[in-house]
């Protein structure tokens, strides 16, 4: 009888290896659940190794829960689990929902080990069962509420419910971004924010200008309503708004998008003096600057907001996606006072209103008090996974402030960023080069972003990043091709 004989993969050590083509095997479906695999010492002899190369092997997949091993018995193959939709990575973040996560905290570690995908390029809130189990409170909240029920099965008008928009106002001003109710307007995420402001004050064909590399969705959303989409260099304290001053000489924008605090990607962040410096230029030249909070830091991390700088011109995109959880995007678009009625007339003319159940989750869930513990947890937790990332990845050249969610990667001279993303993603791990960032078509920079908050746990992290650095390493020849 011919025993499961699998092709290992050379680049790696021997026992690595097996383990790696256990959980391909499950992946693919060659190995079926509850399926033995084959006795120690016959595949050992198969594959020509050592039969403690297969028990360290074996060892190693079961460590990941790819398998069991019974004693006497043999090892058995576990149940695969679904990586769920695959991510579209045009836009370095998914278009799908991710696999849903069972309450336990262990059952995450698991997932990610078992499925063997490591997704670290979607800019998510890292997993805790809070976010669950906030979700349920608030759901709980809600059907117990006849005013709360009230308020979901009627229309609603398209600012918002005002008791809302007032809690939303005093959660942001904890946060460290302090607003009146009144200059509020509550969207559907953060996205529709941008592209309401852009609808509501940009006509086809007038100028946005933003960084060398920037947030996907402001390039799609431009490029859908017409718009033209310029660029500034941007270095280590973010825009470079001298270089900005000098294209205002030749073309002046309409708006100028920016993501102050840390920009997406790289994490650079405009110092005071450039902040100052924007100020003024939207002040001379009459532009509008649209900035963009959705990636969220602590206050100590940030510096004075540019809409309290300039409020008169300034409208600030926050969401609730990267703080109580990526599907409950309630977002809230803070704009002077005179302009928010045509803003509002474009989220009418869109979509009538916010869905009022919406609001109403992310307010009981705002009212039950545990918001504030899930950010503090998630600040702390980041800050670890930071750590955790400039220790194994020190010896490159990194960006993030010290609780970002993503770590930007330069690669070193001569190699490439899309034959790395490649060769990471053949060892499960999904990282993005530069390319749905660059703004034009100036050759994107050979860097990686490691969204460092997707990933499951510091546990599933910590082997993400042990591939990145094997990869780094041992990086794939660069491939010569007939001219
Ligand atoms: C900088 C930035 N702005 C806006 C958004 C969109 O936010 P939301 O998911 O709330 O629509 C994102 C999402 O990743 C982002 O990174």
């Not at 099965?153 to 939303?168: A, C, D, K, W």
């Not at 609808?199 to 959303?221: C, H, K, M, Q, W």
């Not at 990845?393 to 790395?420: I, Y």
């Not at 990933?455 to 794939?476: D, F, G, K, M, Y």
Request: glycine letters at 8%.
């Amino acid at each position: 009888m011919t025993i499961w004989t699998p092709t290992l993969d050379p680049t790696l050590p021997r026992y690595r290896a097996l383990a790696e083509a256990i959980r391909l095997d499950i992946a693919s479906g060659l190995l079926k659940e509850d399926e033995r695999l084959p006795p120690q010492r016959r595949l050992a002899d198969a594959l020509g190794v050592t039969i403690g190369t297969v028990t360290r092997g074996y060892a190693e997949a079961e460590r990941h829960g790819l398998v069991r091993a019974r004693v006497g018995s043999g090892t058995y193959v576990n149940a695969p689990v679904s990586a769920g939709p695959v991510p579209d990575r045009r836009f370095g973040h998914a278009l799908h929902a991710r696999p849903s996560f069972g309450i336990a905290a262990e059952s995450d570690d698991s997932l990610s080990a078992s499925s063997g995908v490591m997704d670290l390029t979607m800019s998510l809130p890292p997993p805790h069962p809070a976010r669950q189990q906030g979700m349920a409170a608030a759901l709980t909240a809600i059907s117990h509420s006849p005013e709360a029920l009230v308020r979901s099965v009627e229309y609603q008008n398209e600012f918002g419910v005002g008791s809302h928009r007032q809690l939303l106002a005093s959660w942001m001003s904890e946060l460290g971004m302090p607003v009146e109710p009144e200059e509020l307007m509550l969207t559907q995420g953060g996205q529709n924010g941008i592209t309401l402001a852009l609808s509501a004050l940009l006509a086809p064909g007038e100028a946005v200008v933003t960084g060398a590399l920037t947030y996907p969705g402001l390039i799609a959303a431009t490029a859908e309503r017409g718009l033209k989409l310029l660029r500034v260099p941007l270095d280590e304290e973010g825009m470079d708004v001298e270089a900005l001053a000098r294209l205002c000489r030749q073309q002046v924008p309409r708006m100028v998008y920016v993501m102050a605090e840390q920009n997406n990607p790289g994490a650079a962040q405009l110092s005071h003096a450039r902040r100052e410096a924007l100020v003024a230029l939207a002040r001379q030249h009459d532009f509008w600057i649209l900035e963009d909070g959705v990636q969220y830091l602590p206050r100590e991390e940030c510096g004075t907001r540019l809409y309290q700088m300039a409020p008169e011109r300034t409208l600030y995109v926050f969401s609730t996606s990267k703080l109580l959880a990526g599907g409950l995007r309630l977002g809230v678009l803070r704009a002077p006072v005179e302009v928010l009625s045509r803003i509002g007339a474009v989220l009418r003319s869109h979509s009538w209103m916010v869905a009022p159940l919406l609001m109403e989750t992310v307010c009981a869930w705002l009212t039950s008090g545990n918001a504030t513990q899930l950010v503090d947890w998630q600040v702390e937790e980041m800050r670890a996974r930071q750590r955790l990332a400039r220790t194994l990845l020190g010896e490159w050249t990194l960006s993030s402030r010290p609780s970002s969610f993503d770590l930007w990667l330069v690669l070193p001279e001569g190699q490439r960023s899309q034959a790395v993303v490649e060769s990471l993603a053949r060892r499960g791990v999904h990282v993005t080069s530069a390319e749905p960032f660059c703004v034009g078509n100036e050759p994107p920079p050979q860097a990686l972003r490691l969204c460092l908050s997707a990933a499951e746990s510091r546990e599933v992290l910590t082997r993400a990043l042990e591939i990145v650095r094997e990869v780094l390493h041992a990086p794939p020849p660069l491939r010569c091709t007939t001219l």
